[in-house]
């Protein structure tokens, strides 16, 4: 239980006192109505004794009674009714609350940190009121009257009378059968006269006189003066004198009550209007027979069309005719006016007089009647007391159970019987603090009961004989708990009365809890609560929570369940603010302890208690609760919630629908997954026009592709400025997003949409309707020089022409989805945006219940959702920027940098570029051309220059030559509607090259370099607003088979040069699919032949593998190669070695086709610089029809390709070390260089398709860059054989320097060997055994150094191989030659073989070693011939 102001100790005396009847006559009643006090209310505050008060018990041992007090009340005849204390008690519960500010004690129990209220002033309120509102019963005495007081006024014209008639209506009030109410102690009753004089109106020396005559009449024992009213009235104001009686009057005053403040009620008025201060005592002026006092009506008697008496609904029914009469009423009146302190100590005087003079003798005189009655009763030879020991300490009677006695609850004793006297010599001493003495009688008077089988008056005795063993000084015996379980057992089921059951529970739980047994003072409380009353049953189940919280080891559960408990008792009984309170502190229990259905459970209850206690704030905060856990509710529960919380708050708002926009709590909004688009909505497809992809907030965040663009961006913009990346440069960001950089304010520009995508999800399982929904901003003008033009403002739609703001009507986000809301707002005037937050209607739909799952709702088909309720409110968008990690204080402390994503800075116009791409393929062959056309739009109000465009993949497309002769003007100048510029020839000599010249220059690739920007050609280089143009583009098949994704990045600047965005971007991604066309293979080897060679240098043949590698898939039926050109700075194609009679090369599936050409050195030419970057094209026609090889696209793609080449070329070199680089430089760079060769070969194709049974006819081309000779090169790049396992190493390999030698194969290209000889020779072995052949060795020297050759002519062939087929023979003559071939010089020699006989011989024996001139051996290695010379020796 909770802690108490009272101990047990003080408050049992305080609850069982004597008490005092007071008759007054009518005169004496107006004197102390003067001070708005009945005679009664008069005395109360002054009526305990302050001294010890001495009596004798029959023993004639004096007893000390400490802290006396009385009770004095006037007369009522009518007992009061149930439910009329019923009411009094729920209006002093209501009245009693909390004290604002008052601090909770804290309690630490485990893991909860509890603040709870130690003290329960309700709970000693209600006991108090309970305890002495109880009526007077027969089976005890403890508050029938003993004395009555009977009050004349000094002023009367004949008091002496008075007292008279006053002494009869007592007389037969207590002896007429008339009257069974109120009771009497004993039937002689003492009388006490009292004569009231009014100081300031009365005659002193009258009452004097009278009270002279009264002493001759009563005796100086039995009647009293008593001077009041010793200031006049209207004086009362001029002095402050205390108010004693307000605590008294304000707990039992039933109009005082707080609670009436809380709506209207009806009450019987009274005729006098001053008796609107009834109090429990309640008295009426109006006069019967003569005598002052209605004695008929208790004052808390209900009238008939008052309240039930069961009204459980109390504290909220009303008691006052007008409240605020009443309130007002009991707030003006001032009581005790007319009393000055000396009045104050007159009635003390009074009361000290009236208790030790007349009361406690009376007392002390019944007891021993009492004792002797007993003693002559019984027939002992000793008093009653002197024999206590014998009867407890010897043999017990052993007790019945209570189930076995008899239900005589109805058995009812006379008044004369010995029982009822032991009972109140009992209750006697028990009155005036005598409990040894009252636990003796009525341990006596329990036997007595109970052999009776009375059981009502048994359970009487128990009871108070526990109380008095408990209260008896010294604790000579324990507290007999079980006395009082049989006692509140008897009470409840066999005489079925609930008030003497509950008296019983109070005051034994009490006594358990000042011995700490809490455990069993609960258990006791729980054990009362029953339906029959809401109040009781809350008010003892809070006080068994208490008890469970203040054990040794608290149990907080216990405590927080009991509470609920109680909390809801308090709300049926109609105690809404006790019922929240309960509910309250047990939340702290419940809190975040993962128990959703009890948190749930009680946020309801509190916001319901708190809307009806219109404490609106709260209830809001508790439906908030709800909504905003992960609710476990059913889909009806939380529809009903939220149906519950959107009422509050549309409450709420109704009292300040002015005030600002409260914060909603659905939906969830995840602020971190906020994107914020900048700019136009992509337009869609129209038919063959396709708009560029750029970026939209339909697209994934890619980081790698991001990656990718940033990079393109960089190299785009370094090259518009020279070379540089400007300090100021900040890659473009269109979408921002949890994964982008949003340090930075991001830049808006004006009359550009600005998109907000917002991530909502519904936790419920009901839908949300959001009406109305748009973003809430900030915005501070600026003008042109970055000034503020106004003051901030806070804006939600008002002000468009700063900027317009898109309202979403409706936006339904059906059960436990995610959903995202794209929110615009249009950027008007140029300054600084804050987006904070959204603002929207929150509702719910009429009826709301998913279908299937799905949401499908009746009639939402039409888009409108009927909304059953909607209040409007805001959420903020919250982001969180990332987490800080650069520095040590960073890393050591969690901070986190900000998101600056939401708020943007408008800048000043900017031109926009919109890009359409016309008759864009999807699908190509590898190495096909196809030509499409590019429209570029500018869509703003500025021009726009500098247009550029970057790729990754730059050999993907060309926008033609830079020279306007270069480029095919459209496809309708050339026969099939060719990609390609064409020039229709006279059949040449077949298969001779057509040579023309072009520098790389003309097509903006200068070889070698890195990747461009490729300048977009557009007329004076400016796009002016508003204006379009269509540009011609050629596309390539990237040469590997499968999806392409080619990005194009678009560059462009406004003409006026702005500070804060200096250029736009334009993205676009191509996705290209491409299927297998022709692999080309191609190598190329040294001509033997040295016949007919046109200058120095030699020629070779070029070998071209051509396959059809294509599979029907793509329809492709076949493929012609109509041209090969070849493109060198040093070599050309010269003519077809193997030209078949038909001239069109065709290849069907899976066919391949091999091709020889011979192959020359190019012309030099006088030229400067540049001739270094002219490149020859020779073109062999396999047709009518010449594809000019140095024009667009033919050469763009070639270049391009070569370019790429180049790149991967370089990117190879550079991972080699260093040091290899420099030994590669001089001498052995000579070596590699004979067998370098660098020719390009192109082969241009066209394949015919059938699609949608039409013929169509492709064409494309394939280049192959052979770089050496003997070493084949390839269209695309093959897939390299994964490397076989190999073993382990567990030795560190040493270092091995890279060796500076060139190889066998680089030392064989330097010299060119060809052997002349027959190939049959006929001779006459018959005639001359030795035959003699001449030979000619030619030597060629391909390098550009002097060689030093040696020929060996000893060499023999030891292969078993060689040695079957050609038949042994020897050189005659010189056997070793030395000689110094100069720079690209020819020699020959003439050598003579001899055979011996007829046969086939390989003449190809000669070894010949080279080296460098310059060096001494270093290179020196044999010289093997690639060919066999075979010669046949025939006999003539």
């Known amino acids: 239980m909770a802690q108490c102001v009272q101990s047990v100790q003080e408050l049992i005396p305080d609850s069982f006192v004597p008490c005092v009847a007071a008759l007054c006559s009518d005169e004496a009643e107006r004197l102390t109505r003067l001070n708005h006090l009945s ?43 149930p439910g009329a204390i019923g009411k009094l008690l729920n209006d002093v519960v209501s009245g009693s609350q909390p004290a604002e500010g008052l601090v909770a004690n804290v309690i630490t129990a485990g893991d909860y940190d509890l603040n709870i209220s130690a003290t329960t002033p309700w709970f000693e309120s209600y ?335 128990l009871e108070m004989a526990a109380v008095s063993a408990f209260l008896q000084p010294g604790a000579p015996r324990p507290y007999p708990a079980h006395y009082m379980d049989t006692a509140i057992q008897t009470y409840r089921d066999i005489c079925k009365n609930m008030v003497l059951a509950e008296r019983c529970v109070l005051l034994s739980a009490e006594i358990l809890k000042s011995q700490s047994k809490y455990s069993e003072a609960a258990a006791l409380l729980i054990r009362l609560t029953s339906e029959d009353s809401d109040l009781r049953s809350a008010l003892l189940l809070e006080q068994a929570a208490h008890c469970f919280i203040n054990m040794k080891s608290p149990m907080v559960r216990k405590y927080a369940f009991h509470m609920i408990l109680a909390g809801h008792r308090f709300s049926k009984a109609g105690q809404k603010k006790h019922a929240l309170r309960c509910y309250c502190q047990a939340m702290q229990v419940y809190k975040g302890k993962g128990w959703s259905l009890a948190e749930d459970h009680i946020n309801f209850t509190i916001g319901r208690q708190s809307y009806t206690l219109r404490q609106l704030d709260n209830a809001v905060s508790a439906f908030r609760h709800i909504l905003i856990n992960e609710s476990k509710q059913s889909a009806a529960q939380q529809g009903a919630f939220l149906r519950e919380y959107l009422y509050v708050y549309k409450n709420v708002n109704q009292l300040s629908p002015d005030g600002p926009l409260p914060q909603l709590p659905l939906p969830y909004i995840n602020s971190s997954a906020t994107r914020v688009f900048f700019g136009h909505d992509r337009r869609p497809a129209d038919g063959e026009k396709q708009a560029a992809t750029h970026i939209s907030l339909d697209q994934e965040y890619d980081s790698e592709s991001s990656q990718q663009w940033r990079e393109l961006e960089e190299h785009v913009v370094a090259v518009a400025n020279k070379g540089v990346i400007p300090s100021s440069f900040y890659p473009t960001q269109y979408c921002l997003n949890s994964y982008s950089d949003n340090s930075r304010f991001p830049l808006a520009v004006v009359e550009e949409p600005i998109t907000v995508e917002v991530a909502f999800r519904n936790p419920l399982k009901v839908p949300l309707l959001l009406s109305d929904l748009s973003l809430l901003w900030k915005f501070q003008p600026k003008d042109a020089s970055g000034k503020d033009i106004e003051k901030v ?267 804060k965005k200096r250029h736009r971007i334009l993205r676009h991604t191509a ?55 070849s493109s060198s700075k040093h070599w050309q194609l010269h003519k077809s070695v193997n030209i078949s009679e038909n001239k069109d090369a065709k290849l069907a599936s899976r066919e391949k086709g091999k091709f020889c050409f011979k192959a020359v050195r190019c012309k030099q030419k006088e030229g400067g610089i540049q001739s270094s970057e002219k490149y020859t094209f020779a073109d062999i026609i396999f047709g009518n029809e010449q594809i000019i090889s140095s024009a667009s696209p033919c050469a763009d793609f070639f270049y391009r390709s070569l370019s790429s080449e180049l790149k991967k070329t370089q990117d190879q070199l550079s991972a080699y070390p260093e040091k290899h680089r420099e030994a590669t430089e001089g001498a052995v760079r000579l070596v590699e260089k004979c067998s370098e060769v660098d020719l390009s070969i192109v082969i241009l194709w066209k394949a015919y398709v059938v699609e949608d049974n039409k013929q169509l006819i492709l064409e494309g081309q394939h280049h192959v860059v052979v770089r050496t000779v003997g070493k084949e090169a390839f269209s695309h790049s093959q897939k390299e054989e994964p490397p076989e396992m190999e073993l382990l190493k567990f030795f560190r ?144």
């Open 127 to 461: 006991r108090e009121t309970f305890l002495q509102s109880m009526p007077a019963s027969d089976h005890e005495f403890l508050n029938h009257y003993l004395a009555c007081m009977l009050v004349a006024s000094s002023g009367e014209a004949e008091p002496m009378e008075q007292f008279s008639k006053l002494s009869q209506e007592q007389h037969r009030i207590q002896h007429n059968n008339d009257y069974s109410y109120p009771k009497w102690f004993i039937p002689n009753t003492l009388k006490y006269y009292v004569l009231l004089h009014d100081v300031t109106s009365g005659d002193e020396q009258r009452a004097e006189s009278i009270y002279e005559e009264m002493k001759q009449k009563y005796g100086t024992q039995g009647c009293y003066l008593l001077k009041i009213n010793s200031r006049a009235p209207n004086r009362a104001s001029d002095e402050q004198i205390p108010d004693p009686w307000s605590q008294y009057l304000q707990k039992n005053s039933i109009q005082n009550q707080e609670s009436y403040e809380d709506g209207p009620c009806t009450m019987t008025s009274s005729k006098n209007s001053d008796s609107n201060l009834l109090s429990l005592d309640g008295l009426d002026n109006e006069v019967k027979d003569g005598l002052p006092n209605n004695f008929r009506i208790h004052p808390l008697q209900i009238d008939q069309c008052g309240d039930p008496p069961n009204n459980t609904d109390g504290s909220e029914s009303k008691s006052a005719s007008s409240v605020h009469e009443t309130k007002k009423a009991s707030t003006a009146v001032i009581r005790g006016a007319c009393l000055t302190l000396t009045d104050h100590d007159r009635i003390r005087q009074f009361i000290q007089e009236f208790t030790f003079r007349g009361l406690l003798p009376h007392i002390e005189k019944t007891i021993r009647q009492l004792n002797d009655q007993l003693i002559s009763r019984k027939g002992l030879s000793r008093s009653l007391f002197s024999a206590t020991k014998k009867w407890f300490s010897g043999s017990k009677v052993p007790e019945k159970s209570i189930n076995e006695l008899k239900n005589t609850s109805g058995l009812l004793y006379p008044p004369e019987a010995p029982e009822l006297q032991i009972r109140k010599m009992a209750d006697l001493c028990f009155l005036v603090q005598h409990y040894d003495l009252a636990y003796s009688c009525y341990h006596t008077a329990k036997k007595d009961f109970l052999n009776d089988q009375a059981m009502l008056y048994a359970a009487g005795a």
């Open 39 to 81: 005679f009664s209310e008069l005395l109360k505050p002054f009526s305990r004794l302050t001294s010890e008060v001495h009596m004798r018990d029959p023993n004639n041992q004096l007893h000390i009674i400490k802290n006396l007090k009385i009770a004095v009340s006037n007369i009522v005849t009518q007992p009061p009714q």
């Open 1293 to 1436: 390999p040493e270092n091995t320097t890279v060796s500076t030698r060139p190889s066998v194969e680089q030392l064989s290209n330097l010299i060119k060997t060809s052997l002349h000889y027959p190939e049959s020779f006929h001779h006459p072995f018959h005639q001359k055994s030795l035959c003699l052949v001449p030979v000619t060795l030619l030597l060629s020297n391909c390098s550009k150094a002097d060689v030093d050759v040696i020929v060996d002519l000893r060499h023999k062939t030891t292969s078993p191989e060689a040695l079957e087929t050609h038949g042994s023979f020897t050189w005659l003559g010189q056997t070793q030659y030395k000689l110094q071939l100069k720079s690209q010089e020819m020699h020959s020699l003439q050598l003579k073989a001899c055979f011996v006989h007829t046969g086939v011989y390989n003449l190809g024996t000669p070894r010949v070693f080279a080296k460098l001139s310059d060096h001494v051996t270093v290179f020196e290695t044999s010289q093997q011939n690639s060919m066999p010379a075979l010669i046949i020796i025939n006999n003539a």
């Open 793 to 1059: 403002k806070e804006r939600v739609t008002g002000e468009p022409e700063m900027i317009g703001t898109e309202v979403i009507s409706e936006f339904l986000i059906n059960s436990e989805e995610s959903k995202v809301a794209r929110l615009k707002l249009f950027p008007h005037h140029i300054g600084e945006l804050h987006i904070l937050g959204v603002v929207y209607n929150l509702g719910t739909i009429q009826g709301s219940g998913t279908v299937d799952g799905i949401g499908a709702l009746p009639g939402c088909h039409t888009g409108k959702h009927s909304l059953s309720m909607s209040v409007r409110g805001r959420q903020d968008l919250e982001i969180q920027g990332p987490r800080l990690n650069n520095t040590k204080e960073e890393k050591t402390s969690v901070k986190y940098g900000p998101d600056r994503r939401l708020d943007p800075i408008v800048t000043e116009e900017m031109p926009l570029l919109e890009v359409f791409f016309i008759h864009f393929p999807t699908g190509l062959l590898c190495g096909e051309i196809r030509k499409a056309y590019v429209e570029f739009v500018n869509v703003s109000k500025c021009p726009l220059t500098g247009l550029k465009v970057v790729s990754k993949r730059p050999e993907f497309f060309t926008f033609g030559g830079n020279t306007a002769a270069l480029t095919p003007l459209s496809p309708s100048t050339s026969e099939n509607c060719s990609a390609y510029k064409t020039v229709v020839t006279a059949s040449p000599s077949l298969g001779t090259a057509l040579v023309s010249t072009a520098s790389s220059m003309d097509f903006g690739t200068g070889t070698g370099q890195q990747l461009e920007a490729i300048p977009v050609p557009l007329p004076d280089s400016v796009l002016l607003p508003g204006a379009s143009i269509q540009l011609p583009m050629w596309l390539r098949g990237p040469d590997e088979e499968g999806v392409h994704e080619i990005n194009f990045l678009f560059y462009y600047e406004s003409v006026k040069k702005q500070p």
């Open 1071 to 1125: 996705v290209i699919c491409t299927s297998r066309s022709l692999n080309v293979r191609a190598t190329v080897c040294r001509s033997n032949s040295l016949e007919d060679e046109e200058g120095r240098g030699g020629n070779m043949l070029v070998f071209v593998d051509v396959e059809n590698t294509n599979t029907s898939e793509a329809g492709v039926k076949e493929f012609h190669m109509v041209q090969v050109s």
